[in-house]
């Protein structure tokens, strides 16, 4: 089976613990994965698809003149590259299945012209309509428009169209020049999230899987004598706001430390690509800046985390069964961060742009407040076997 992602790390991993664990029970896999993905692929049969999405997110603060330059000398030939290199790399390979991430708009057309089935993978449900929720990710995620909800799935569906050109041109290198005519909608969905943070919607068709996320079994770090001091110091919170870079990390890092000391706690940032900087008169020996470290490892003994609300480290987060508040940047982050304050797991969001200590301490204090109801949930969450539910629907069809 040939398996396509898109996107940064958080849609990355899924799909290579799912790619390990197929190969593991015997099957062919090759994995299609964008440019410096932060994920471990060890052991993975991968080809790369040419585009780098650290690139294509960084556009924050730019003008609408600037926005438009980046995305003609960015965005576009980065996605027209994944797009090419995705039929390129399938046609290759010549796979009995193709299952893949909703950006690689190529992928229908592949799997056609090899006469072979297709299922889409979704981490957040931005192609497969509700009338109980809008589009996430969509211009109105934090809103319910009732009977309305349904139409606002458009919207990512319509942002396909700006690349239709590009699409027909990756296309030619198919048997006959073209993509062929259209057969079908997509075997199954496969929605690789967690039903108990995100419970099925009574009206998703059949063939849409709500499986419990994809991730590896968590597995102790290498020995690190300076974190693993750290961590058994006492009661502390893990901030991480993962390729989110956009606006004032050193700010962010302030409002971190001194909202974890107000409620008498140590603090480990996890500045990862830039999201999260330590000033310097903040540092102490109830302070940790790191780059990155395994996030299930460090939230184990956590009080807390304070995150960006991407699925992965939503899912990551629950798992441990550790209460969170969620900064929001963009995607859908505000999608999730709802979630999980309906789910009385985290409080009301914080978005990224109003976060001091003066939003921070009062939303940690109610964090810390719901620690027993997010340790149930974690508890529930443990005992999702998403990756094999996966498999077992692919090899079904």
């Known amino acids: 089976m040939m398996l396509l992602t898109s996107g940064t790390r958080g849609d990355v991993e899924p799909f290579a613990a799912l790619a390990r664990y197929a190969t593991a029970r015997g099957h062919e896999v090759r994995l299609g994965v964008p440019e410096r993905t932060g994920a471990d692929l060890s052991g993975l049969d991968t080809v790369r698809l040419g585009v780098d999405f650290h690139r294509l997110l960084r556009t924050d603060g730019l003008s609408p003149r600037t926005a438009v330059r980046h995305y003609r000398a960015e965005v576009r030939p ?20 193709v299952l893949h991430h909703p950006l690689i708009l190529t992928a229908p057309a592949v799997a056609d012209a090899l006469g072979v089935p297709r299922v889409l993978t979704e981490f957040v449900p931005v192609a497969t309509p509700s009338r109980f929720f809008s589009a996430p990710g969509g211009p109105t995620v934090s809103a319910d428009l009732g009977r309305f909800n349904r139409a606002t799935y ?15 041109r990756a296309c030619a290198q198919l048997p006959g020049g073209r993509a062929p005519a259209p057969r ?51 009661p502390y919170l893990v901030a991480t706001f993962g390729s989110m870079a956009a606006g004032d990390a050193t700010g962010r890092g302030r409002a971190v430390v001194e909202s974890a000391r107000a409620h008498g706690l140590r603090a480990l940032l ?60 963009l995607a859908d982050q505000p999608f999730w961060a709802r979630q999980l304050h309906r789910l009385g797991i ?24 719901r620690g027993e109801r997010a340790a149930a949930v974690g508890r529930a969450v443990r005992q999702e076997q998403g990756l094999r539910t996966a498999l077992d629907v692919l090899t079904g069809l």
């Open 346 to 369: 985290a409080p009301a969001p914080v978005p990224y742009r109003r976060l001091t200590a003066g939003t921070l301490v009062p939303a940690l204090g109610e964090a810390l407040a």
């Open 270 to 329: 996890l500045t990862g690509w830039g999201g999260l900087a330590l000033p310097e008169d903040c540092r102490g020996d109830d302070v940790l800046a790191v780059p990155a470290a395994p996030l299930a490892a460090v939230l184990r003994a956590a009080a807390v985390a304070v995150h960006h609300g991407g699925a992965g480290t939503v899912h990551t987060v629950a798992r441990a069964g550790v209460p969170s508040v969620v900064v929001p940047f």
């Open 154 to 168: 458009a919207v990512p569906r319509s942002a396909a169209r700006l690349f239709r050109a590009d699409v027909e």
């Open 184 to 234: 079908s909608a997509s075997r199954a969905t496969l929605i690789g999230a967690s039903p108990h943070l995100l419970p099925r919607p009574a009206d998703w068709p059949a063939a849409v899987h709500l499986t419990g996320a994809w991730h590896e079994p968590p597995q102790d770090p290498p020995p690190d004598p300076v974190l693993d001091g750290f961590l058994r110091g006492g």
């Open 78 to 97: 980065g996605m027209r590259r994944m797009f090419s290199a995705a039929v390129r790399e399938t046609l290759a390979f010549g796979p009995d299945l």
